[in-house]
């Protein structure tokens, strides 16, 4: 056979110090940060049986030839008119994956445009897409018989019910950046941590899920920092090399599943450095290394660039905020310095994010602080005037009170009817006990 024509043989990974050497190779690439792209999830509904689960047989006659392969192995799947691809998630969910662009004066206009395609050609075939985050009326139902979710499943399964949610139910907006070159890649890794509760505070979008509002503003959020702590938690720390932590977290966390022929394994309490040790039969190559970087879901996932994926999926066009928010704030090292020194209080505020949104006061502050240099960078990063007036609107009506999308009403809420809020905890409370600094009201410090 012409090796050529099946592409380079993985190498077999005989040590862990080779295992961690590839990663730290592969999932940051360096170069100048010159680059964005997007990849915006939608739950879908029936418009005439919106509780009923999503009929694969309609999703692909509405995607016709953009249907991924998964879907339909003939398909084409073509890209949508501006270059984004199309995915579909377990629970019947969508994705758009728009292509890496410079700035937001190309990324924005292209992906809309990509997405409103793709919501005309579902409501063409009787799909509307979920304005919030988490589905509220359907309880978890994957759809998709691929071997990789139904690992996926059984292996959520053994340790909560949160899993089969956070594949079935959610939705996020993930916003790609490029990882940067020399010490630049250390301050983006870390800013980007430093500002995730609050940007998930501030764009808190699913207060209802299942037919009952949980109690918290992210049950989206909740959700995934539940389903498996070592697969979906921030890092402990974020100082040092962030190349080499990550490839020592992936190393040596827990394996997910074991690709082969038929049914997958799905090992129990192997980790990754297990296996090349000896743990199963077979050495683990780079081919199945790069598999289990692929089910690892932190909030910030390195993957060559960037992807951060802590941010609720926003109703309408409102995508662009959070997206041009982030690319903003890393366009430039003086507002990275000072985004760093304004989220410091709220970095590992994560939980109560997710729970109070902005009314946690912290948070809050930190807000008050970020949104204002990611208006004033916006221009420099491309974007256009409507976005800064979007985003001006959003820091007084929202920011400013302490406000983020789930404390405004949709009727898709309506399921939750006659269910006051808080009520019914979200399965996570179980997982989180929240101390009196979590509370919303509590200033920092005091903690009395």
């Not at 992210?218 to 974020?238: E, Q």
Request: charged share 20%; proline share 12%.
């Amino acid at each position: 056979m012409d090796r050529a024509a099946v592409g380079p043989v993985p190498d077999v990974l005989h040590t862990c110090a080779e295992a961690e050497a590839y990663v730290a190779s592969v999932c940051f690439k360096h170069g100048p940060p010159r680059l964005a792209g997007v990849e915006l999830e939608w739950v879908l509904h029936r418009f005439d049986a919106p509780a009923a689960p999503v009929d694969l047989s309609v999703l692909i006659a509405a995607l016709g030839p953009h249907t991924p392969t998964a879907l339909d192995p003939s398909s084409p799947a073509l890209p949508l008119p501006s270059g984004s691809t199309v995915t579909v998630e377990p629970g019947g969910q969508v994705e758009l994956a728009s292509p890496p662009m410079p700035g937001l004066g190309a990324l924005v206009p292209a992906a809309q445009r990509d997405a409103d395609e793709l919501h005309r050609l579902l409501a063409a075939h009787g799909l509307r897409p979920q304005p919030r985050a988490a589905d509220p009326i359907r309880p978890p139902l994957r759809v998709l018989e691929l071997p990789r979710y139904r690992a996926m499943e059984q292996s959520f399964d053994r340790i909560g019910p949160y899993g089969r949610t956070g594949m079935c139910s959610t939705a996020a907006v993930q916003v790609c950046l490029d990882a940067g070159e020399g010490p630049a890649i250390a301050a983006r890794w870390n800013v980007l941590h430093a500002l995730g509760p609050v940007l998930v505070g501030a764009f808190a979008n699913s207060p209802v899920l299942h037919g009952r509002r949980t109690g918290w503003k992210s049950s989206r959020m909740a959700t995934w920092l539940s389903l498996d702590p070592a697969r979906t938690a921030p890092p402990a720390s974020v100082n040092g090399d962030p190349a080499a932590a990550w490839a020592a977290r992936v190393v040596q966390s827990p394996l997910l599943c074991v690709r082969r022929e038929g049914a997958w394994a799905v090992p129990e309490r192997i980790t990754f450095a297990d296996w090349v040790r000896g743990a199963l039969p077979t050495a683990p190559t780079t081919a199945d290394l790069d598999y289990h970087v692929s089910t690892l879901f932190p909030p910030v996932r390195p993957r060559g660039h960037l992807e951060v994926r802590y941010i609720d999926g926003q109703p309408g066009r409102e995508w662009v905020l959070p997206t041009a928010v982030l690319v903003a704030l890393l366009s430039d090292p003086v507002v990275i310095d000072r985004v760093l020194e304004a989220c410091e209080p709220a970095r590992d505020r994560w939980i109560s994010a997710a729970r109070h949104g902005l009314a946690d006061r912290v948070l809050a502050r930190a807000a008050a602080t970020v949104f204002p240099l990611a208006c004033a960078a916006l221009p420099a990063a491309g974007a256009s005037p409507e976005i800064v007036a979007a985003l001006e609107d959003v820091i007084e009506r929202r920011v400013l009170r302490g406000r983020c999308p789930a404390d405004d009403p949709l009727p898709a809420d309506d399921p939750a009817a006659g269910t006051a809020p808080g009520d019914i905890p979200v399965r996570a409370d179980a997982a989180f006990s929240l101390d009196p600094t979590d509370r919303p009201g509590i200033p920092e410090g005091d903690r009395s």
